[in-house]
């Protein structure tokens, strides 16, 4: 049974609705684990990136996220290939005007290719990002990519680990007046 996102024109609900377009926009594209180097589909997370936990016991079954790998806190951050699809702000102009959020979805990935060309896979994610709502602005029925798109790669030297993001906005109707007679 495919996963079905509620319906409801929040902010949270249109998180959740990206987050799903993310998984599927991107399904067909893997990237290499610096963990075994084994190819996996990129992780897609609401917010934040879950906490690195240190398994207990060593137990198979408890169910993890993020491999925990040091300890440190920067550990989550390395334990790619991941999508982070975050809220940055939203504003209502008015009562019973839309509603227009922010929205930044990042991107961390991991290519030890001694080519140094990793930030080529950030950018071919960006792409898809843009391309989706480019060609069809419309999310979950409900939500509506006004554009203006933003995008950057990492500043600094981070080989072999590569980040970039794209932001955007999303504007959807806000509540209407009861009228009561």
């Known amino acids: 049974m495919e996963n079905q996102i509620a319906r409801g024109k929040t902010p949270l609900f249109l998180q959740k609705a990206l987050v799903e377009e993310i998984k599927a926009i991107t399904n067909d594209m893997l990237f290499k684990n610096p963990i075994g180097g084994e190819l996996l589909k990129l992780q897609v997370f609401a917010q934040s990136l879950p906490i690195p936990q240190k398994p207990e016991n060593n137990n198979p079954d408890i169910f993890q996220t993020v491999d925990y790998i040091d300890g440190s806190s920067e550990s989550g951050v390395f334990a790619c290939p991941w999508c982070i699809v975050k809220i940055e702000n939203g504003s209502i102009s008015g009562i019973n005007e839309n509603q ?24 071919n994610l960006i792409q898809k990002v843009y391309a989706r709502f480019a060609c069809d602005p419309l999310l979950d029925k409900q939500f509506t990519c006004a554009g203006a798109f ?30 009561k007679f």
């Open 100 to 123: 227009n959020v922010e929205v930044v979805i990042g991107f961390g990935i991991y290519n030890d290719a001694p080519d140094n060309k990793g930030h080529e896979e950030v950018l």
């Open 150 to 179: 933003e995008w950057a790669l990492q500043e600094e030297d981070t080989y072999p680990y590569f980040f970039g993001a794209i932001g955007t906005h999303f504007k959807f109707m806000g509540y209407q007046r009861e009228v």
